[in-house]
């Protein structure tokens, strides 16, 4: 039996946690809203566990919250997830909250069924709408082009055979693969003291495996080491042993319950995770973000489980005189691609290649707040980056009696002289010169250059200086 996460997705109140009652076989932590904030509130605050199972899999079900304030913790279910469900209220469409748990899908390549619920509420009319939205929506996304869509009613159990016969076909259309050879890695969702058997968390792993008895984890950040597996449940049965993948519960020896929070790490004494609080990535924009980011803008970052707060610095990387430099870019838009320093307000836990997302949480709820995505590449400052800002001087090819000179880089002859030995290039002819000697006092230069050269040809010098 293959162990798949299934997430569930969508704005508040259409229909997420009916749907995984309907579906739900044996409940887990905070499943089904049973934790007594989220009755007082009629709300999912937080994320709900629950499984069932079908042939050849056991499905982890994971109820996202699907409130706008809430989306930082919809973003921890992402990375947690082998197949999505988007429910979508049939007679209210799609809102903007669907929007963004759509960008977080397609961001992570999560395979996405798309589900149209509440139909015993809707006209025939408004759930042809509906669909038509939905399938519009999904066609503009880079990865979810294909995904079915299906009509449900959760309370009158209508078409949920469907569905579970979708959910295994698509499954068995998923090359999803299972890896013990790494590291041990499990973000700690919720821990908590039980007497007689002491503290227990629980979490659903990453990396790697874990078994009874094992004895070299750790707790990060808060530096707690030689903890033990005193034993382990999945969904209520005792294991010997969890791996990638697997949802679990644990009772562990050598710390206090008091002393995890939501965005510690359970991990092995070879974890390759740092401390960090400042992240260099390569990143993506959203093609849909109305907003441009500039210079150490405020936006917000989430790392694995956490979502921080971080000032940003988007650069380029430019081959200069043989040596690569990295360039400050005055503002990045929708679809562009680069590289961003964040400095982070508190330290975070990430490894390189981890996945980022890039967020303005201070944007009304209504507006579309995800930025981008991104790759984490290494961790430096921008100090340590060294990031400088190009200088460029525009001049023109002067050719007076069979004499070759540049006008328009220097007012003076004394500001030409400083610029003797610099390297001039000609875009349009691919020809680069490197500048001789000064001509007159009026700042003319000579330069022997690598190619022909013509009367007003445009001249371009770029140099580097220290940026910030």
Known sequence: MKNINLGIFGHIDHGKTSLARVLTEIASTSSLDKLPESKKRGITIDIGFSSFNMPDYIITLVDAPGHADLIKA??????????????????????????????????????????????????????????SIVSAVLNSTENLKDSQIIEISAKENKNIDNLKNTIHKTLNSLNITRSSDEYFKMPIDHAFPIKGI???????????????????????????????????????????????????????HGVDAKQIYRGCILTSSNSKLE???????????SDIFRYNIKPKMKVHLNVGMLIVPAIVVPFK?????????????????????????????????????????????????T??????????????????????????????????????????LANSKSSAEKLIGEVVELPDKNIT?????????????????????????????????RWG
């Open 198 to 252: 002491g503290t227990v968390i629980t979490g659903t792993i990453l990396k790697g495996k874990v078994s009874v008895g094992q004895d070299d984890l750790k707790i990060m950040p808060i530096n707690v080491n030689n903890i033990k597996v005193k034993s382990i449940q999945r969904f209520k049965k005792e294991e010997k042993e969890a791996m990638m993948g697997d949802r679990v519960g644990m009772a562990l």
């Open 275 to 285: 401390i960090v609080d400042k992240i260099v990535a390569k990143i993506k924009m």
């Open 74 to 131: 919809v973003v921890s279910a992402a990375d947690i997830i082998d197949l999505a469900i988007l429910v979508v209220d049939a007679k209210e469409g799609p809102k903007t909250q669907t929007g963004e748990h759509l960008l977080i899908l397609d961001y992570f390549n999560i395979p996405t069924i798309a589900v149209i619920t509440k139909i015993d509420l809707a006209t025939e009319e408004e759930i042809k709408r509906t669909k």
């Open 433 to 465: 010169g490197k500048l001789k000697n000064t001509f007159g006092t009026k700042g003319y230069l000579t330069a022997d250059f690598d190619g022909e050269v013509s009367n007003k040809d445009k001249v371009i010098l770029n140099r580097l200086r």
């Open 317 to 365: 990387k430019i081959k200069f005189k043989g040596k690569e430099e990295n360039i400050i870019l005055k503002e990045i838009q929708k679809g562009d691609e680069c590289y961003c320093s964040f400095e982070l307000d508190e330290k975070v836990m990430a490894e390189i290649g981890d996945n980022i997302l890039i967020t303005r949480l201070d944007l009304p709820p």
């Open 367 to 408: 507006t579309l707040r995800i930025c981008g995505r991104g790759e984490i590449v290494e961790f430096k400052s921008m100090k340590d980056l060294n990031i400088k800002k190009e200088v460029i001087r525009t001049g023109n090819i002067k050719i007076d009696k069979n004499r070759v000179f540049i006008e328009g």
